[in-house]
């Protein structure tokens, strides 16, 4: 028996993000239900959200986003061979979006599936893309956040519409000598699994926001110490915390708890809303595109969403 080269460790070689070019504001939202800027902003913190049309599938912004990173990676198309697409809002469960998205992007024959973890996906792809190099599954792993949420949400509803948007998010996965993605923490309350739900495919996406609020500002902060600890990380030489993009004030109270004081804390929702699986590699790729980050330094990924699913790790900045 033959046994696969095994690389030392896993990092990230390049991002990549797209985002569809028509922007809501919360002055359009407050044109077709009870709302205004002020109500969302003091709850949520969003003042924008892109959101992509009709013919504009999730499929079409992965492809966006992940030609993005392939290119900024400097490898070919012939160099991956494993893709992996984290979303929860395909309007078809088959096919799944990783093999259209290889194919599109000119792929040949990779692994390609998909993985729902709800808005801790693009962690839990991204973990399980470090383990493929690592354990010599793969060489190099494109890995795409992406989501269509406008497709799923009621925009009559100001408890949920005011909060969700579109967009997709990508990394390149390869080997590396010294390693630069740290082990995850992951796992899942599923006692909580009615907190966001979809019913059934002519249903809306529901949220009792109040559950995930208390959950979320309680539960994570523990998680983001343990992912530093694995990494042999203190909080106070991280670079940035990029937690899942859901709610301003739950990114705040957890990067507080954190401690991670000299860290630059994503704050992507503002401008670009809850975009679930996307969201945080849309955010750190946004980050990195304006100067906010430079290679070499380390960030703390903490994705968390329905399920109830979450997964954070420690990653050296492409």
């Known amino acids: ?189 599923g006692d909580k699994s009615d907190a966001i739900i979809i019913q059934d495919r002519d249903d809306f996406l529901h949220q009792e926001g109040q559950t995930v609020f208390r959950w979320a500002t309680t539960a994570l902060h523990p998680v983001a110490k343990e992912a530093c600890e694995r990494a042999g990380v203190d909080p106070s030489e991280l670079a940035a915390f990029v937690p899942h993009q859901a709610n301003l004030r739950i990114i705040e109270a957890i990067a507080r708890k954190l401690g991670a004081d000299k860290a630059v804390i994503a704050r992507d929702i503002v401008t670009a809303g809850n975009t679930s699986a996307a969201s945080i590699p849309l955010a750190l790729s946004r980050m990195v595109e304006r100067g906010e980050v430079r290679s070499g330094e380390l960030a703390l990924a903490l994705g968390f969403g329905a399920g109830l699913t979450y997964a954070g790790q420690v990653i050296e900045i492409p």
């Open 1 to 189: 028996m033959r046994i696969p080269d095994v690389a030392p460790g896993a990092r990230m070689l390049a991002l990549g993000h797209y985002q569809p070019a028509t922007v809501v504001t919360n002055d359009d939202l407050a044109k077709n239900m009870d709302t205004n800027d002020e109500w969302i902003q003091s709850r949520v913190g969003i003042k924008e959200r892109r959101v992509a049309p009709s013919g504009e599938s999730v499929e079409d912004m992965a492809a966006q986003a992940g030609g993005k990173a392939l290119a900024a990676s400097g490898l070919s198309a012939d160099d991956i061979d494993l893709v992996i697409v984290a979303t929860c809002t395909l309007e078809t469960q088959i096919p799944n979006a990783s093999a259209i998205v290889a194919h599109r992007l000119g792929i040949n024959s990779p692994g390609a599936f998909d993985v729902n973890a709800a808005c801790a996906g693009f962690c839990y792809a991204l973990a399980t893309a470090s383990a493929a190099v690592r354990g010599g599954a793969a060489r190099n792993v494109l890995v795409i956040g992406a989501e269509k949420l406008s497709q799923w949400v009621d925009w009559t509803d100001r408890s949920t519409a005011v909060i969700f948007a579109d967009g997709a998010g990508a990394a390149v996965v390869g080997p590396t000598d010294t390693p630069g993605i740290g082990p995850v923490v992951w796992g899942s309350a």
